[in-house]
């Protein structure tokens, strides 16, 4: 599955291109502008699963780092500041991971 297949392309565009420069990610302005906060629970858990690239049932700091790569192979890598604001978010239970029901509160919220 590609996230093409849950996300229009043009969305994905438009969000990357609102957060090209250093330090400019907003995962809640990126979340809505993607079209993602509007998708349902299962649409937001098979975008998770893309985003899990080793399938291990979480998104571990290395694959946020990572995570405009996802949308376009040709997107920044986060900043180290942006990932660990990032996983600060999403990190209900302080296990230093992100699972994918604090993913879709993350994305909700």
Known sequence: MAITDILSAKDIESAL??????DSF???SFFSTVGLSSKTPDQI???FGILDQDKSGFIEEE?????LKNFS??????????TKA???AGDTDG?????VEEFQSLVKA
């Open 17 to 22: 291109s609102s957060c090209q420069a250093a």
């Open 73 to 82: 192979s040709s997107a920044r890598v986060l900043t180290s500041a942006e």
């Open 45 to 47: 858990k098979k975008v």
């Open 26 to 28: 907003d995962y809640k």
């Open 63 to 67: 694959e946020l780092q990572l995570f």
């Open 95 to 99: 296990d230093g991971k992100i699972g």
């Open 86 to 88: 990032f996983l600060a």
